[in-house]
């Protein structure tokens, strides 16, 4: 029966792999990166979006009472600066995605390639059809 020997993978012969030191904000060097690094914080604010979306609609559900003294909450400039940022990386998560998606979802008709901003500004084309429709409900009320 032979006997294995472990070989050691540094001995005082053999140099070490020379590895570079990376800072921690590596990504701070590139807007590419920057920009991804950005774009995924910003899922933190379209949920804090979404958890503002349903406490108003809660606060409805729950009564006049209720929507006032959220609204008056609302008013508050912590939360006013919080919403204004929050809208900020909102509408930057929403342009980065619609300039992805052409590459991300590669559209085909009829066997050929859908130019990348075609499908870009059709996405833009129901956004702003979209937000048309959201203003035009919400300012016919008043």
């Known amino acids: 029966m032979q ?13 070490r792999w020379y590895r570079p ?18 774009r995924e914080l910003s899922s ?5 979006v979404v958890v503002m979306t349903l406490l108003q ?3 409805l559900r729950n ?7 959220l609204q008056a909450l609302l008013k ?13 990386f909102v509408v930057f998560h929403t342009i980065t995605w619609f300039n992805l998606t052409p590459r991300a979802m590669p559209l085909r008709v009829r066997g050929k390639r859908v ?3 075609l499908v870009a500004a059709s996405n ?8 048309g429709l959201v203003a035009f409900l919400v300012l016919r009320s008043q």
């Open 44 to 48: 933190v604010f379209v949920a804090l």
């Open 115 to 117: 130019p990348e901003w």
């Open 76 to 88: 508050s400039p912590a939360v006013l600066v919080v919403s204004v940022v929050s809208l900020f």
């Open 57 to 59: 609609l809660r606060a």
């Open 3 to 15: 006997q294995l020997t472990k070989v050691p993978l540094y001995t005082e012969y053999h140099p």
């Open 124 to 131: 833009y084309a129901v956004w702003i059809v979209a937000s």
């Open 21 to 38: 030191r990376v800072s921690v904000y590596w990504w701070l060097g590139q807007w590419q990166y920057l920009k991804f690094i950005l």
């Open 63 to 69: 009564g006049p009472e209720a929507y006032a003294k």
